[in-house]
Nanobody, 128 residues
Framework: QVQLVESGGGLVQTGGSLRLSCAAS????????MGWFRQAPGKEREFVAA????????YYADSIKGRFTVSRDNAKSMVYLQMNSLKPEDTAVYYC?????????????????????WGQGTQVTVSS
């Protein structure tokens, strides 16, 4: 099992940047596909970005493509989300998630399968 703790959220102005971190513990982290999701007030949780267990493959939501970058450091058991050119509509609680099975990103992370493991979330607020 993988346990996840997010950090790095905060308040930033439009156009600013933040880097979110997700610290993972557990023996299976280095073999787990990982992802970031977000949930804005009054809205459903949505997929943001995903990365394969090796870091060799990534997948992004259209709404953040070109502005956000997902990466990982398996030696440190960390996953990151670099967020640039932030907009007020990026305001949300951001969650780190770990896949429970092997396979393509779309099936194991992007589709938000019921067996994803979740962190507690970190708040990102972008002021206009």
């Amino acid at each position: 099992q993988v346990q996840l703790v997010e950090s790095g959220g905060g308040l930033v102005q439009t156009g600013g940047s933040l880097r979110l971190s997700c610290a993972a513990s557990g023996r299976t982290f280095s073999s787990s596909n990982m992802g970031w999701f977000r949930q804005a007030p009054g809205k459903e949780r949505e997929f943001v970005a995903a990365i394969t267990w090796s870091g060799g493959g990534t997948y992004y939501a259209d709404s953040i493509k070109g502005r956000f970058t997902v990466s990982r450091d398996n030696a440190k058991s960390m996953v990151y989300l670099q967020m640039n050119s932030l907009k007020p509509e990026d305001t949300a609680v951001y969650y780190c998630a770990a896949a429970s099975s092997a396979g393509p990103l779309r099936r194991t992370v992007v589709s938000e399968p019921p067996d994803l493991r979740w962190g507690q979330g970190t708040q990102v607020t972008v002021s206009s």
